[in-house]
Nanobody, 120 residues
Framework: VQLQASGGGLVQAGGSLRLSCAAPYLTFSVYAVGWFRQAPGKEREFVGTMSWRRGETNYADVVKGRFTISKDNSRNTAYLQMNSLKSEDTAVYYC??????????????WGQGTQVTVSS
């Protein structure tokens, strides 16, 4: 495990959470950071990605306008701000680092995942 995802928890629908992705052994500046999620009984799906150097972001349609990826260069940490959460956002969320893209295989390093549960 090269990345450390944290910040998950239980939140009511309509609420917000911010996930963090720390990389104590990597330098994010040479990678893109991606976020994925996997709900019980479902396949893992792409949430969003950010080019660390350019700051460009791309999001899945289901989260666009609600989720935002950001970074803190001094902490070498990426964030996923999740607003207006819905019950269908309940999943284990993973961060990843690599060349970038919308596929899990587009990344070389992954975190252990953090559980997000949205109650309706």
């Amino acid at each position: 495990v090269q990345l450390q995802a944290s910040g998950g928890g239980l939140v009511q629908a309509g609420g917000s959470l911010r996930l963090s992705c720390a990389a104590p052994y990597l330098t994010f500046s040479v990678y893109a950071v991606g976020w994925f999620r996997q709900a019980p009984g479902k396949e893992r799906e792409f949430v969003g990605t950010m080019s660390w150097r350019r700051g460009e972001t791309n999001y899945a349609d289901v989260v666009k306008g609600r989720f935002t990826i950001s970074k803190d260069n001094s902490r070498n940490t990426a964030y996923l701000q999740m607003n207006s959460l819905k019950s269908e956002d309940t999943a284990v969320y993973y961060c990843a680092a690599g060349p970038g893209g919308s596929e899990w295989s587009d990344y070389d390093y992954w975190g252990q995942g953090t559980q997000v549960t949205v109650s309706s």
